[in-house]
């Protein structure tokens, strides 16, 4: 079957450091996406990882390991505009679609 | 460039009825997927256009069914709502694999 997991909620204070892991078991792996959405908007770009290691791209980094199934977005100096859900996603299938987890809600504290 | 345009951004429908969703590509894409969100969950996909033809579906009943134009835009139908139709439905283009984008949504909520 088709599994993406990560945890359900997070909690971290302003300035501070959060990783947020993903596992997961798809038939197939072309890629992996990280994903920011705030409440009752779209799903907005952070990272894509194809490749084992690290990706690192402003306050946000990515990992992957394709032979552990599995990732984790860091995040660095948290802003409290950081409070958000941020999504794991495999493009798997011979037509590429994305499979997403649940999300993780992230919440930063003064 | 302009980006993936939705419309409309909310809609409230009665069981039963039918809708139609709408989806503008981002220029340059040729592939548009479309995914279902409810509430507190991860996307989910339901199918996927190319090149005007259906290229792959995910878990849904055929009352869920599509189009995509000569133009790459995209409509979403869904027949027969029921109360479990009630989500945000995300349109994502993008050409081939390269460059997923998303647009804002539609958020439909069936009564």
């Known amino acids: 079957g088709q599994n993406i997991d990560q945890p359900t909620e997070m909690t971290a204070t302003e300035g501070a450091i959060v990783q947020i892991n993903c596992t997961y078991q798809?038939?197939?792996?072309?890629?992996l996406f990280w994903y920011q959405q705030h409440a009752g908007e779209a799903p907005t770009f952070l990272s894509y990882?194809?490749?084992?290691g690290l990706e690192e791209k402003g306050r946000f980094s990515s990992f992957l390991s394709r032979s552990k199934g599995y990732s984790y977005l860091l995040l660095k100096e948290l802003q409290m505009k950081d409070s958000a859900s941020y999504l794991c996603?495999?493009?798997?299938?011979?037509?590429?679609?994305?499979?997403f987890g649940a999300g993780t809600r992230l919440a930063v504290h003064p | 460039e302009t980006g993936v345009t939705q419309s409309p951004t909310h809609l409230i429908k009665t069981r039963g009825q039918q809708v139609t969703l709408r989806c503008s590509s981002q220029s340059g894409h040729n592939t548009v997927s479309w995914y279902q969100q409810a509430l507190g969950q991860g996307p989910q996909f339901i199918f996927q256009?190319?090149?005007?033809?259906?290229?792959g579906r995910g878990n849904f009943p055929p009352r869920f069914s599509g189009l995509q134009f000569p133009n790459y835009s995209s409509e979403l139908n869904v027949n027969a709502l029921e109360l479990d139709d009630s989500a945000l439905y995300l349109c994502a283009s993008s050409l081939g694999t390269v460059g997923y984008t998303f647009g804002s949504g539609t958020r439909l909520t069936v009564v």
């Open positions: 798809t038939s197939g792996f072309n890629g």
């Open positions: 990882n194809v490749l084992d």
């Open positions: 996603a495999v493009l798997s299938g011979g037509y590429n679609k994305l499979i």
């Open positions: 256009y190319y090149r005007e033809e259906e290229n």
